[in-house]
């Protein structure tokens, strides 16, 4: 719940931010392409500012959570391999117990109780 409540304590000046960027930076702007031809731009993007800053803010939030992705690449391995490796074991020592049960129950079976007509 405290989660929750911090959360909301910092998306709602955030998202107020962004609103007030937008309304502020509404006017079109002209995004060129061409490096070679600016005046007579081949490709051209005409857009208001705020939709610039937006897909500005959206292309780092994506380049960081995949750089973040692949550098964690070897940590989500080795938690693979070591899940894999806690299951052979238990598997492995759920079968010694079935073993020692079945051993046990063997055992008790071969050692009878006395027949009380020859106890003395």
Do not use: C
């Not at 079109?28 to 500012?49: H, K, N």
């Amino acid at each position: 719940m405290l989660k929750r409540i911090i959360w909301l304590l910092i998306a709602f000046p955030a998202a107020a931010l962004l609103v007030t960027l937008a309304v502020a930076n509404r006017h079109s702007v002209r995004l060129v392409l061409d490096p070679f031809r600016p005046e007579t731009p081949v490709i051209s993007v005409v857009m208001p500012f705020y939709g610039f800053l937006f897909a500005a803010l959206l292309v780092g939030v994506l380049l960081g959570g995949a750089a973040v992705w692949l550098t964690q690449a070897r940590w989500r391995r080795t938690a693979r391999v070591r899940t894999s490796e806690a299951k052979r074991w238990q598997m492995e020592s759920d079968r010694l117990m079935r073993e020692r049960d079945a051993d046990v129950a063997a055992r008790a079976k071969a050692i009878a109780p006395p027949d009380k007509r020859n106890a003395a």
